[in-house]
Every structure is written in C-alpha cells, then in structure tokens.
C-alpha cells in the first residue's frame, strides 16, 4: 500500500535548521515526485519545494530560497526538506505528497505530516 511518513519535525530557535524526511513506501519510488509542502495555523497549504523523479528541482515558495533544500536517496526512498535559518513564520505542519515522474498538480498520495515551530 502506497504510503508516506514525515519525521524530523520539532521545536528550534530561530536561527536553527531542521532536516526533515519522507520515508516512501508501497510503490515505485523512483518512478515519483515528492513535494514538501506546508500549512500554518489558519492560513492555506503551500507548497514549498519538490524533487521529480530524475531530480529536477522546482521551488514553490519564494520565502525559502537560498534557506532550504531537497534531496532524494533513491537507495533509501527517503526524500530530505533541510531548512536552514529557520524563522518563526515557518511554524508550520509540513506534509510530503507524491506523484508521477515530474512536479505537476496531480498529487496521489500524501503524509500525515510533522510539525515544525520555531520558537524562542
């Protein structure tokens, strides 16, 4: 059965990093896309990055630019959101979706997310 688990999440100070992972299971990893995607308190999810299944990279969020990044073990079929700098408007709790081959909008599977405050 298709499935996804977040892990990594936690409380950090401002400043701080945090690696979060997507452990994916079920399926054919190498054959997906994963995304990391984020929804705090009363607002909408957003998406914040995504890795294709070749490893193309496609950045959603403008906020995390030059602060985070993603990364695919194939061997492992982990997806990695290492976020660096970390500021208190990125408490959140972070899902990972899949979907085939490229970052599209046709997300098939998701996680049941983890949460991350940045806090002092």
């Known amino acids: 059965q298709l499935q996804l688990v977040e892990s990594g999440g936690g409380l950090v100070q401002p400043g701080g990093s945090l690696r979060l992972s997507c452990a994916v299971s079920?399926?054919?990893?190498?054959?997906?896309?994963i995304g990391w995607f984020r929804q705090a308190p009363g607002k909408e999810r957003e998406g914040v990055l995504c890795?294709?299944?070749?490893?193309?990279?496609?950045t959603y969020a403008d906020s995390v630019k030059g602060r985070s990044s993603i990364s695919r073990d194939n061997a492992k079929n982990t997806v990695y959101l290492q976020m660096n700098s970390l500021k208190p408007e990125d408490t959140a709790v972070y899902y990972c979706?899949?979907?085939?081959?490229?970052?599209?909008?046709?997300?098939?599977?998701w996680g049941q997310g983890t949460q991350v405050t940045v806090s002092s």
């Open positions: 890795i294709s299944s070749s490893g193309g990279i496609t």
């Open positions: 079920g399926f054919s990893f190498n054959y997906h896309a």
């Open positions: 979706a899949a979907q085939p081959l490229g970052c599209g909008k046709n997300w098939v599977r």
